[in-house]
């Protein structure tokens, strides 16, 4: 997807200088882009809908936690790309290189130019490994791995089962990243592998690395999680920013930041799991649709872009002041649809997103937070449970319910029945 893929230059691959035209073009055949088009195509069959997606394969990204873990084999997660392409759809195997939204088009990186009376953009994230000095070269050996790749999940899982004992380092950018827990779920889990075995865990060390102040950005979760670490005896070092990796000594460099500025330290590591620093695709940061930040400018309620109202944006790759997670763009697209069609009718927007987001939170094999939350950052659960305490129920949701929910209801455009729930409701019922 092109949340996962950098943009390449293609000269090898003969200009076509063709014009299509299309009702209603998706950038993006994600999470966010698949289950658009397909509750359009649900609300209004005869919609003229292309869905621009370079990558032939489909993934469910919150899995790769679970591969890195040992819970799950990497090909559990993956399908055809045009399998999930929803019928009455075109698929447009394409990189988007530049956005021209005067003038309601767009070109692709084989030299097609594609026009639109509609755009939505739900590209995903853009992974910025170089941007960490020695991290490209030194990812999936060593001990240095990440869990946001599908090249590097299984190595994660290899690197921990394996591990001897010593520092085991856990990072998190200073940039917005995709599923903010994902960081601390890897390290709960190693943690857990390591005190398994004997010899392992009373010789390791797990360190959290943080850009940020504190554990979580939700007050309520973020008491849990501290007790959690407390209770790990994890060591927490935050305003801590991965700067650079050296293979060859296993330091890890930091801009720490502190009250006289910022200084740089170094760590020893023995494995580092490095979540790296995120952006927009390069071809929106570049675009008339950028905000100053470079993500698609969108009215956070609406979900529609401040100045061309033809537009809209979902998923990682809008501006909205929530956490980009697989369950954001769930809730943002039937705001999307509802207010897409409005549009199409010349009707007043109606549909709200209140920003609802949520995280299931692994704390361990046997346990987890389903951290759900909204724009004020205050607890939004859908279950009559305490959402800030650690249940195995809501393990069992995110390692076997939700990746269900996903590929059976989710991408059909489904997600938003009334038995769509079931499976986690039959969980939670015997909790």
Not at 354 to 375: H, K, N, R, W
Request: proline share 6%.
């Amino acid at each position: 997807m092109v949340s996962t893929i950098q943009l390449e230059q293609q000269k090898s691959i003969p200009l076509t200088n063709s014009v299509s035209h299309y009702q209603i073009v998706i950038v993006g055949g994600g999470a966010a882009g698949i289950t658009t088009a397909a509750q359009l195509l649900r609300q209004q069959s005869n919609l003229d809908i292309a869905i621009i997606e370079p990558s032939q394969k489909h993934y469910y990204q919150p899995g790769w936690t679970l591969v890195g873990g040992g819970i799950a084999p990497i090909d559990q997660f993956i399908r055809e790309e045009k399998d999930v392409i929803p019928q009455g759809a075109k698929w447009i195997q394409d990189y988007v290189t530049t956005l021209d939204p005067d003038r309601n088009c767009l070109t692709l990186a084989q030299g097609q130019t594609i026009e639109y009376d509609y755009l939505v953009l739900c590209p995903g994230i853009q992974i910025d490994w170089h941007l960490v000095k020695g991290l490209p070269e030194a990812l999936g050996k060593g001990g240095v791995t990440s869990n946001y790749s599908k090249d590097y999940a299984p190595y994660t899982w290899e690197t921990i089962k394996n591990f001897p004992g010593g520092t085991a380092i856990f990072t998190y950018p200073n940039t917005p990243i995709k599923c903010g827990g994902a960081p601390q779920k890897i390290m709960y889990m190693a943690d857990d592998s390591f005190k398994q075995r004997a010899g392992v865990g009373i010789n390791t060390k797990v360190m959290f690395c943080t850009a940020g102040t504190r554990m979580f950005g939700v007050p309520a979760y973020n008491a849990t999680l501290e007790k959690v670490v407390q209770r790990r005896g994890i060591t927490t070092n935050f305003q801590h920013n991965l700067k650079e990796i050296k293979a060859d000594s296993k330091e890890a460099i930091f801009d720490v930041t502190t009250e006289n500025g910022v200084e740089e330290v170094s760590i020893h590591y023995d494995m580092i799991h490095v979540s790296p620093p995120m952006s927009c695709p390069d071809f929106i940061k570049q675009s008339l649709l950028a905000d100053e930040k470079g993500w698609v400018d969108v009215d956070k309620y609406t979900m529609q872009h401040n100045r061309y109202p033809n537009v809209f944006s979902l998923g990682d790759a809008s501006s909205a002041p929530t956490s980009k997670t697989a369950a954001s763009a769930r809730k943002q697209t039937p705001i999307v649809v509802e207010n897409l069609l409005s549009k199409m009718k010349s009707q007043p927007l109606m549909a709200k997103y209140d920003g609802y987001t949520c995280c299931p939170l692994i704390t361990g094999y046997d346990s987890a937070i389903m951290a759900e939350f909204d724009y004020e950052k205050k607890v939004a659960p859908s279950f009559p449970l305490d959402p800030t305490k650690e249940r195995y129920v809501m393990f069992l949701a995110k390692a076997y319910a939700l990746p269900w929910i996903y590929w059976n209801r989710m991408l059909a455009g489904r997600a938003f029945e009334a038995d769509v729930f079931q499976p986690l409701n039959q969980l939670v019922n015997r909790d």
